[in-house]
């Protein structure tokens, strides 16, 4: 590894073959699936190349390849498990042309659009320093005490005011 971390890249080989199989059974512990250990294993030798130069001539190679490993294996096994499984067919392929689309179904938009106009229409219906509040609160992205210094009022009063705007707000949106 010393002469691979001075930029020797001939030696690449030699440390592959030494470490390659001895991180793949660790990666092959936390991700428990060949595929992803072998992929956690090249991840893990280009973040190696990459931080060669960085290596501690004269330290051992395994407890730094090894660290980098788990926490790559660690990363992929979390990352994956996040991810939704494709459907598959009998065999077991995926059935990637039936993978259920992220667009709003027109029922969807249609109440969307519908909920949007009556939120409009009781916002529109609030006490004006009701309406006011909530347009600088959640309109503009003031603080409460921000609020407070344009409307004249306390932080206490804005709150309140606040409040209530989104309370009967809430009112609308629970009724669709």
Same mark, same amino acid.
């Given at each position: 590894?010393?002469?691979?971390?001075?930029g020797d890249d001939s030696a690449f080989p030699h440390v592959y073959q030494d470490l390659a199989p001895r991180l793949f059974r660790l990666a092959l512990r936390f991700a428990r699936d060949r595929a992803l250990a072998e992929?956690?294993?090249?991840?893990?030798?280009?973040?190696?190349?990459?931080?060669?130069?960085?290596?501690?001539?004269?330290?051992?190679?395994?407890?730094?390849?090894?660290? #980098?490993?788990?926490?790559?294996? #660690?990363?992929?096994?979390?990352?994956?498990?996040?991810?939704?499984? $494709?459907?598959?067919?009998?065999?077991?392929?995926?059935?990637?042309?039936?993978?259920?689309?992220?667009?709003?179904?027109?029922?969807?938009?249609?109440?969307?659009?519908? $909920?949007?106009?009556?939120?409009?229409?009781?916002?529109?219906?609030?006490?004006?320093?009701?309406?006011?509040t909530f347009h600088l609160v959640r309109g503009k992205g003031l603080r409460a005490e921000q609020a407070a210094v344009?409307?004249?009022?306390?932080?206490?009063?804005?709150?309140?005011?606040?409040?209530?705007?989104?309370?009967?707000?809430?009112?609308?949106?629970?009724?669709?």
């Amino acid at each position: 590894m010393a002469a691979y971390g001075a930029g020797d890249d001939s030696a690449f080989p030699h440390v592959y073959q030494d470490l390659a199989p001895r991180l793949f059974r660790l990666a092959l512990r936390f991700a428990r699936d060949r595929a992803l250990a072998e992929d956690v294993v090249q991840l893990a030798f280009l973040k190696m190349h990459l931080a060669r130069d960085r290596f501690q001539h004269g330290s051992d190679v395994l407890p730094w390849a090894k660290t #980098i490993t788990r926490r790559l294996a #660690i990363d992929e096994v979390r990352r994956r498990r996040h991810e939704a499984p $494709l459907p598959r067919d009998a065999e077991g392929r995926e059935l990637t042309d039936q993978v259920p689309s992220e667009e709003p179904s027109g029922e969807e938009t249609a109440l969307a659009h519908e $909920l949007g106009s009556a939120l409009r229409d009781r916002l529109e219906t609030l006490p004006p320093l009701q309406r006011e509040t909530f347009h600088l609160v959640r309109g503009k992205g003031l603080r409460a005490e921000q609020a407070a210094v344009v409307l004249g009022t306390t932080t206490v009063a804005v709150k309140l005011r606040f409040h209530r705007a989104l309370e009967s707000l809430r009112e609308v949106a629970c009724a669709q």
